[in-house]
């Protein structure tokens, strides 16, 4: 830990709302959430469905703006910047893993986590992918297309992915909400690894009590606030 404590900050968010859509028919989706999140730590995101979570992942992970307030992510403040100036903040700092696992059907195993980095300028990219793949014990898959993958291989691939850009903050959006029991248990597993070996910050959106108890930190959100913090 530095002795500045401004960098020992990962996220910081100020009175950020969120309103979506139209103009006659405005709905408040966040309505104003304070927020400071420790670099390294891990946080768990509860709440019922529809009070915000996923609203809140996509503006602090850059994919969507907020419609008002501050964010700071990584040392970059995203307000003020275009979708461009975000998908730029995003690279290389914010590694996002999702329910749906989004993976490119018509890449490989390998090619799904070796392009993003060949994108962001890497030229080892293919020999850091194959050893993000061996990481997550996929050696042997790399050559398979994600339809030929089982759903916690495919999530597998999709952490690989994600960590393989070194991000200092990695999201997972209800990563185990398509995997059964039993696989759910080793992808958890595998994500506080990955960011325990990379040092990250992990945010976690879960409904799962037993996965949440494993964080540093429990946030509960209800209609587009937190409303408790473990912390
Ligand atoms: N484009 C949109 N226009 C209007 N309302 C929207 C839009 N997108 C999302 N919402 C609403 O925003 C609210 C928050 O959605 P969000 O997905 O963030 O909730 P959540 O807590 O992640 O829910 P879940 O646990 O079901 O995934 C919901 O009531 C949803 O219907």
Redesign the pocket.
């Known amino acids: 830990m530095s002795n500045d404590p401004v960098a020992d900050i990962a996220i910081r968010a100020r009175n950020v709302t969120l309103t979506?859509?139209s103009r006659e028919a405005p709905?408040d989706?966040l309505r104003g959430i304070d927020l400071e999140i420790a670099a390294g730590q891990s946080i768990a995101i509860l709440?019922?469905?529809?009070?915000?979570?996923?609203?809140?992942m996509a503006i602090l992970s850059g994919l969507e703006r907020a419609s008002g307030g501050d964010v700071t992510v990584a040392g970059v403040r995203y307000t003020n910047l275009d979708e461009d100036g975000l998908a730029r903040a995003r690279r290389g700092r914010v590694g996002i893993v999702l329910q749906a696992f989004h993976l490119l059907p018509t890449m490989t195993a390998l090619e799904n986590v070796a392009v993003p980095l060949e994108l962001a300028g890497a030229e080892d990219a293919f020999a850091r992918a194959a050893e993000e793949l061996a990481a997550v014990g996929l050696a042997h898959r790399t050559t398979h297309y994600p339809v030929q993958l089982s759903g916690g291989e495919q999530q597998r691939v999709a952490i690989a992915r994600a960590v393989a850009g070194r991000p200092g903050i990695l999201f997972a959006d209800?990563p185990t909400g398509n995997l059964d029991g039993a696989t759910s248990g080793a992808i958890v597993d595998l994500l506080f690894e990955r960011q325990r070996a990379a040092g990250a910050t992990l945010v976690i959106?879960t409904?799962d009590p037993a996965l949440a108890s494993r964080c540093d930190r429990v946030l509960t959100?209800r209609d587009g606030l937190i409303v408790s913090d473990s912390q």
């Open positions: 979506l859509g709905t989706i709440g019922p469905s529809g009070s915000g979570k996923s609203s809140l209800e959106i409904h959100m």
